[in-house]
């Protein structure tokens, strides 16, 4: 079954560093997303990316975040000067289409990033 | 913001038992619902939707209801068995802007006991 992978698994940073989080979407899909989840809370919306463009971001997208598709297979999230309360488990996901009931939305395990 | 509210953050069914889980959501323009599996270090896993022009959709031991007059949803499993022990997520989609955005619930953790 195609998968969404993401890399690293686990990464520990420095506060103030600039940290990048890796994706590979599903290869047919068109819809990129990322979604965090700080532990013990809900999985939250950061951005949906679409033809090569920002669809829609969240309150908590703010400057300090970027993604980019450099080239036709990755996915990624910058995190330009990380804060402790960035410490979350982010996860990519990806879809065929933006809508219908079956789009196959589809999520990578997650990245879990530590800043200390 | 609390669109998506999953009351019970936990449940506790014997194995072969029916497991009902429950989701309340306030925003009327969602139009699609789907429910999640996730396991500890793994990603949410896909189980089943509905779109909000059905009232029931059925996937095997899952079934989703959608009462759309309660705005209230829940998910079946019969019979349960024990792999199905995990946190299940409800989320609900609106579709805006060219992509569909989730807005989860908070979870609820299912242990079937043997």
């Known amino acids: 079954e195609p998968e969404v992978t993401q890399t690293p698994s686990h990464q520990v940073t420095q506060m103030g560093q600039e940290v990048i989080l890796r994706c590979v979407p599903i290869?047919?899909?068109?819809?990129f997303y990322w979604y965090r989840q700080i532990l013990g809370q809900k999985v939250e919306f950061l951005v949906s990316?679409?033809?090569?463009?920002?669809?829609?971001k969240s309150e908590i997208f703010d400057d300090q975040f970027s993604v980019e598709r450099p080239d036709g297979s990755n996915f990624t999230l910058k995190i330009r000067s990380t804060k402790l309360e960035d410490s979350a488990m982010y996860f990519c996901?990806?879809?065929?289409?933006?809508?219908?009931?079956?789009?196959?939305?589809?999520f990578g395990s997650g990245t879990r990033l530590t800043v200390v | 913001d609390q669109q998506v509210k999953q009351n019970s953050p936990s449940l506790s069914v014997q194995e072969g038992r029916i497991s009902i889980l429950n989701c309340d959501y306030t925003?009327?323009?969602?139009?699609?619902f789907l429910w999640y599996k996730k396991y500890p270090a793994e990603g949410p896993t896909f189980l089943i939707s509905?779109?909000?022009?059905?009232d029931k959709n059925e996937d095997g031991r899952f079934t989703v209801f959608l009462n759309k007059s309660a705005k209230h949803l829940s998910l079946h499993i019969v019979p349960s068995q024990p792999g199905d022990s995990a946190v299940y997520f409800c989320a609900a989609s609106a579709f805006t802007q060219g992509a569909q955005k989730l807005v989860f619930g908070q979870g609820t953790r299912l242990t079937i006991n043997p």
């Open positions: 509905i779109s909000s022009i059905k």
């Open positions: 990316f679409y033809n090569n463009e920002i669809s829609e």
């Open positions: 925003n009327s323009m969602f139009d699609y």
């Open positions: 290869s047919n899909h068109l819809y």
């Open positions: 996901a990806s879809s065929e289409a933006g809508g219908g009931e079956n789009y196959g939305y589809t």
